[in-house]
C-alpha cells in the first residue's frame, strides 16, 4: 500500500503541473485564439531562472516563486507584443506554428549552453525532511507543491470568475469590438493575459525545479500530454481545465502502481477513448 | 478568418499547362543528378521527404487539416517494412507493400479518431496519437527500442534492380517519388479535390450543398497518410536503417516546416522546402543544436513576414498556380 500511496502522490503531483499548463492554455487561447505550443518551453524558463536565482544571485526559492514567473511573463508580454499580435485574424493554425518555432528556439538556445543533462536544485530548508501520515510517509515539499498548486489554479480561476477584471477578460473573449466599444483597453489586456498564462507555466516550472531536475527539454514532452489533457478537458471551462488536470495526473499514478509500462501512454488512450465516446471533450464545447 | 492559402490562384487550363512544363523540368532535373557528380545520398533522402512533405500538403494545404503528426506514418511504414525485409527477407516490392499497408491501417484507425474534431483540437490530437506510437515504439520488442533495425538489406527490386548499387536505389527511389507526386496531382485536381478545397474555403457552405465533409476529410486523411507511409517505406532503402527519429515529434515539426517553407497548398512547394530544409541540415551538422534554434527562426520569419512560402511568393508574382 505505500507504494499506491507513493504514486497517487507523484500522480497528484504531476496533476498539479498538467492543471497549471492546461489552465494557461485555456486562458490564453480563450483571449488570443492561439493554442500556445511555447507553453512547454516557458515552463522550462521558469525552472531554469530559478535555478540562475540561486546560483548566480544567491536568491532563494521563495523570491524564485515570485520572480520567475514575473521576469518568464514579461518575457512572454515582449512576444506577444512583437510577434503574435501581427496573427490576429489569422487562421489559428499560423498561431500554433508561430509558437512551436518559438519554441524550438528557446529550448535550442538552452540546450547548447547546458546540454540535455538535469542541473541539481535544492528543497528549501523550510520544506525538508517529512511527516508521518500513519498511512504513508510524505515528503514535506510533495504535499507542498499539490497545495499550494492547488490554491494557485482556485485563485486564477476566482480571478477570472469572480471579479471585475475577469468579467471584462469574459467579455472581451466572447466580443473584443464590444468591449473596446467601452473603453477598455483589449490589446492591453490581451498582452497581460499572455504573461498572466505565461507566468502560470513559469511558476509550475519553479514548483517542479526541486522534484524533476531543471533540464532544456523538461517541457518539450510535457506539451504534448498537456495538449491530451486539454483535448479531453475541452478549453471551454477554467474549472473543468483544473480537474481534468488533477484528475489525469492521479490516473496516470494509479497506472504507475498497477500497470507500469503503460504510465507513459495512458493519457493519450484515454484521450482516444474520450474522442471515441464523445467527441466534443468532457466539458462539450465543440471547437 | 482568412483561411490558409487565402491568395492561392483558380486552376486555369493554362496554369495546368505551366505546371506540366514545371514537372517535366523537375523530373529532368532530377533525372540528372547521377551525371553531376552531386552527393545522391542527399538527394535521395531529400526525396524521400519531398514526398512526406506533399502527402502532409495534401492535407493541410488543400483540406486546411494541419495534422502535427504525420511522421507516425513515415516511422510505422519504415518500421514494419524494415521488418519486413530483414526477418521475414521478404523482397523489396514486397517490403514497401507492407509499409504502406501499415500506414493504411494507421491512418484509417488515426483518421477516425481525429477528423471528430476541427481546427486547432485536430492538430493537437494528431500529435498526442503520434506520441502515444512513439512511446509503444520505444517499448515494443521488434522495433529494438532506442537502436532501431539496423543493417536492413537493400535486396534487388524485382528480382532485376539492384538497390546495393547507388544508382539503380536512385532511380528507384526518383521513380517512387515522381509516381507519388503525380498521384497527389492528379487527387488535387479531381471532382474529389475540388471538394476538398471548398470544404477548407467554407465548410459550412459544403455541407449545405449536401457533401458528407466528414467522409471527404477522412479520405484525404487516409491518402495523406498512406502517402506518407509509401514516403517512409522507400527511406528505409535510402537510410538502410528505421529509428525512432522518424517517429519522434520533431520530425513532424521538420514536415510542416518544410511545406512551410515551400508554401502552403502549392504543388511544387513542398518538394522545394524538403531540399532546403535537408540541405541546411547538412551544412549546418557541425552546428548541434544551432540547427534547431535556426529550424525555430525559420518557422518565426514564415509565420511572420513569408506565409506564402518561396513557390508561392513566385507563383503570386507571376499570378500563376504552381
Given amino acids: 500500500m505505500q507504494a499506491l500511496y507513493a504514486q497517487l502522490l507523484v500522480g497528484l503531483i504531476n496533476g498539479s503541473f498538467y492543471a497549471l499548463l492546461s489552465l494557461g492554455l485555456a486562458v490564453i487561447f480563450g483571449m488570443l485564439n492561439i493554442i500556445n505550443f511555447a507553453h512547454g518551453a516557458l515552463y522550462m524558463m521558469g525552472a531554469f531562472v530559478a535555478y540562475f536565482l540561486l546560483s548566480l544571485g544567491g536568491i532563494n526559492y521563495w523570491w524564485a516563486l515570485l520572480i520567475a514567473p514575473v521576469i518568464v511573463g514579461i518575457f512572454g508580454m515582449i512576444l506577444e507584443r512583437t510577434m503574435l499580435q501581427w496573427l490576429t485574424g489569422l487562421d489559428h493554425l499560423y498561431g500554433l506554428l508561430l509558437t512551436f518555432g518559438i519554441a524550438l528556439i528557446v529550448q535550442g538556445v538552452f540546450q547548447n549552453y547546458f546540454g540535455s543533462s538535469g542541473l541539481p536544485y535544492a528543497i528549501p530548508d523550510q520544506l525538508k525532511g517529512g511527516m508521518n501520515l500513519g498511512f504513508m510517509f510524505l515528503p514535506i515539499y510533495r504535499g507542498w507543491v499539490v497545495v499550494f498548486s492547488l490554491v494557485v489554479c482556485l485563485a486564477t480561476w476566482f480571478l477570472i470568475e469572480k471579479t471585475q477584471l475577469g468579467a471584462y477578460l469574459r467579455a472581451a473573449t466572447e466580443n473584443p469590438t464590444l468591449v473596446r466599444a467601452f473603453g477598455i483597453n483589449v490589446p492591453r489586456m490581451i498582452t497581460l493575459t499572455y504573461g498572466l498564462g505565461v507566468g502560470l507555466a513559469a511558476l509550475a516550472g519553479v514548483l517542479s525545479a526541486p522534484i524533476n531536475q531543471v533540464r532544456p527539454l523538461m517541457g518539450a514532452d510535457l506539451i504534448i500530454v498537456v495538449f491530451a489533457v486539454v483535448v479531453i478537458g475541452g478549453m471551454g471551462s477554467i474549472m473543468g481545465s483544473i480537474i481534468t488536470g488533477f484528475a489525469l495526473g492521479v490516473i496516470e499514478g494509479l497506472t504507475k502502481y498497477f500497470y507500469p509500462e503503460a504510465s507513459n501512454t495512458v493519457v493519450f488512450v484515454l484521450m482516444v477513448l474520450v474522442l471515441l465516446v464523445k467527441p466534443t471533450g468532457l466539458t462539450g464545447r465543440a471547437a | ?322
Fill in chain 2, 1 to 322: 478568418m482568412t483561411t490558409l492559402t487565402d491568395d492561392t490562384l483558380p486552376v486555369t487550363p493554362r496554369a495546368m499547362r505551366d505546371e506540366m512544363i514545371a514537372f517535366v523540368l523537375m523530373a529532368l532535373l532530377l533525372a540528372s543528378v547521377p551525371f553531376t557528380g552531386v552527393y545522391p545520398f542527399f538527394v535521395m533522402q531529400a526525396l524521400c521527404f519531398a514526398l512526406l512533405a506533399c502527402a502532409f500538403n495534401l492535407l493541410i494545404g488543400y483540406g486546411g487539416l494541419l495534422s502535427f503528426g504525420h511522421a507516425m506514418f513515415l516511422g510505422t511504414a519504415g518500421y514494419c517494412c524494415a521488418h519486413a525485409l530483414k526477418v521475414w527477407a521478404l523482397p523489396p516490392e514486397l517490403g514497401i507493400l507492407v509499409g504502406i499497408a501499415a500506414a493504411f491501417v494507421l491512418s484509417l484507425i488515426t483518421g477516425y479518431i481525429s477528423i471528430r474534431r476541427q481546427g486547432i483540437y485536430f492538430s493537437m490530437i494528431t500529435l498526442a496519437l503520434s506520441q502515444l506510437l512513439y512511446f509503444i515504439y520505444l517499448q515494443a520488442p521488434f522495433t529494438h527500442g532506442e537502436d532501431g533495425i539496423q543493417g536492413i538489406p537493400q535486396g534487388r527490386m524485382f528480382g532485376v534492380f539492384d538497390l546495393s548499387k547507388p544508382t539503380v536505389l536512385y532511380y528507384v527511389v526518383l521513380v517512387g517519388f515522381l509516381a507519388g507526386f503525380l498521384l497527389i496531382y492528379r487527387i488535387i485536381n479531381s471532382p474529389f479535390g475540388e471538394v476538398l478545397k471548398s470544404i477548407r474555403e467554407n465548410e459550412q457552405r459544403a455541407i449545405s450543398l449536401g457533401y458528407r465533409t466528414d467522409q471527404y476529410k477522412f479520405l484525404a486523411f487516409v491518402l495523406s497518410g498512406t502517402l506518407a507511409g509509401f514516403a517512409g517505406a522507400l527511406k528505409v532503402f535510402v537510410a538502410q536503417n528505421a529509428s525512432l527519429t522518424d517517429v519522434h515529434w520533431s520530425m513532424s515539426g521538420e514536415v510542416v516546416l518544410m511545406t512551410l517553407v515551400g508554401g502552403l497548398g502549392t504543388i511544387f512547394g513542398p518538394v522545394v522546402g524538403a531540399f532546403a530544409i535537408i540541405a541546411m541540415q547538412q551544412y549546418l551538422a557541425g552546428f548541434g543544436q544551432w540547427v534547431t534554434v535556426i529550424q525555430g527562426s525559420i518557422f518565426v520569419v514564415c509565420v511572420l513576414t513569408f506565409r506564402r512560402g518561396v513557390i508561392g511568393e513566385i507563383a503570386h508574382y507571376f499570378r500563376r498556380s504552381l
